[in-house]
């Protein structure tokens, strides 16, 4: 089922997990020998028998991780890889980014498109290292799983003065229009004299797996650099399996300091009697005032009549004094209007009583 340069890549959806069409075992992979990619299918995830169409698509010269999941928006399978350095601008070492194509089957795939790529903020237009035109900040690959109603992406940004690479959180609404965060902080970054301190590897596809409270990031890492450097005191090279963990509805959040901060939501059905929010206010507080779909106050739901929250929790009752009940108002379209001070707030959800 390989070539002399072995399998790499090796990324597989799970049929009973995700029903995915033109399944010709429970268990569907994609992975490359150099040079193209391969499709395997498998009834028990151990004995694997190539698809005889292989391979199944060449996007050449690349030896990234290539990330694939069956689209549930769409009905069609996805692809995120490099692309050939033909279809972009810039010697390819020198402008990595990361490519989208689509399939019906697995065996033709249509609409490619570069989906992410680096710009003037990380670095000017033409490499130092390789002495051509591309940015020495680049994306190198990502992982890509649908999380909830938005696609989530971990990407692997390389820095080619350094030869280090860290993994930033990248979200889309329809995978294909990526936005970063404005801070431009990893989500996984190397740490200084440890194991990790050269290299943070490819997220595992599928992540984040949800662990009771919490999510869980599974990631390859390494001591050595992109460049072949060892960055810290150890002799031999170590490549190990690492863990982040993240609170459930935890991955964004807005936070206000000192000085006290206002938020107003979009409009939004309140379906059922009850709101929560996930939000950590231990050292601070926030206030919570319910309003129409226009912003006009609702009585009895005003921001001096909210019970202040001062704690730490993924599912904070939000409470008015007075007693007012919030399924005289359940079928509407209403909005929040939140004011909070030293806390963070990172989602809202509706439940039953």
């Not at 151990?46 to 999941?69: C, H, I, K, M």
């Not at 930033?168 to 989500?187: A, H, M, N, Q, T």
Request: glycine fraction near 10%; include cysteine; proline fraction near 5%.
């Amino acid at each position: 089922m390989c070539n002399r340069y072995g399998i790499d890549g090796f990324c597989v959806i799970d049929h009973d997990q995700t029903p995915s069409p033109h399944a010709r075992g429970r268990f569907t992979a994609l992975f490359h020998p150099y040079g193209g990619i391969c499709a395997a299918h498998s009834d028990d995830g151990l004995r694997w028998t190539a698809y005889p169409e292989n391979p199944v698509f060449q996007p050449r010269g690349s030896d990234t991780y290539n990330n694939f999941l069956f689209d549930t928006g769409i009905g069609r399978y996805v692809l995120y890889h490099r692309p050939h350095p033909n279809i972009h601008a810039g010697f390819a070492r020198a402008n990595r980014l990361v490519a989208r194509v689509e399939s019906d089957d697995l065996i033709h795939w249509d609409n490619a498109r570069c989906v992410l790529d680096t710009d003037a903020r990380d670095a000017p237009g033409f490499s130092k290292v390789n002495k051509a035109r591309g940015r020495d900040i680049q994306f190198y690959g990502m992982s890509v799983s649908q999380h909830q109603n938005i696609y989530v992406g971990l990407a692997n940004l390389l820095n080619e003065l350094t030869g280090q690479m860290d993994v930033r959180l990248v979200y889309s609404f329809d995978g294909i229009d990526w936005r970063r965060d404005p801070e431009e902080k990893p989500f996984i970054s190397i740490t200084p004299d440890s194991w990790d301190c050269g290299n943070i590897g490819f997220v595992s596809a599928s992540c984040p797996l949800r662990m009771g409270d919490d999510l869980y990031f599974y990631y390859g890492a390494t001591n050595m650099t992109h460049n072949y450097k060892i960055m810290n005191k150890e002799k031999s090279l170590k490549m190990r399996l690492g863990l982040g963990i993240v609170k459930r509805g935890r991955l964004v959040g807005y936070h206000a300091g000192e000085v006290e901060g206002e938020l107003l939501t979009r409009p939004f059905l309140l379906d059922k009697p009850r709101l929560t929010l996930n939000a950590d206010a231990v050292k601070g507080e926030i206030k919570v005032a319910l309003t129409g779909e226009d912003g006009t106050p609702i009585p009895g739901f005003s921001m001096k009549q909210a019970e202040p929250i001062r704690k730490n929790d993924l599912e904070i009752p939000l409470r008015w004094k007075g007693g007012a009940n919030l399924g005289n108002l359940t079928g509407r379209q209403v909005r929040l209007r939140i004011a909070a001070r030293n806390a963070t707030l990172f989602g809202l959800d509706t439940a039953d009583e």
